[in-house]
């Protein structure tokens, strides 16, 4: 457990400067962050439910956001009362910002390793994801 703690925390500053620089609250990156993981656009009770959010928080998260233009809201073609919620390009730059500050931390640490325990760190990582054990919990439910 001590190697994760020290693992995330050598990249923590670096993935959250960005998301600390847009004054988002935590429930804000969430619902940025889950909308990274669909590609149609998702309906405000859809995003309170993935969130464990009530449905009027939910919409408040996404209220801000638009004011913020990091999302967008229209109504479903289907259904004028349901409100479908999408990112914006900014909205997706952020966390895109973020993913990528994350990616180079990890690369600084790797690239620090000496060549056996990085090829190690390798063929241990592979084998785990190839396990499948590190989905996503949407991946799972599907």
Known sequence: MEFLTRLMAAGESDGLNAL?????????????????????PMPIHAIAEALGLSVAAAGRNVEQLLCLDMV????????????????????????AQHVEAKRESLRVFTDALPPEHREGLHRALTNILAGGVLRLRTDQEN
């Open 20 to 40: 600390i620089e847009s004054d988002l609250s935590f429930s804000q990156v969430r619902t940025l962050f889950l909308l990274t993981r669909t590609s149609e």
């Open 72 to 95: 967008e809201r229209r109504e479903s073609p289907a259904d004028r009362r349901v409100k479908l919620v999408s990112l914006t390009p900014t909205g997706e730059g952020l966390v």
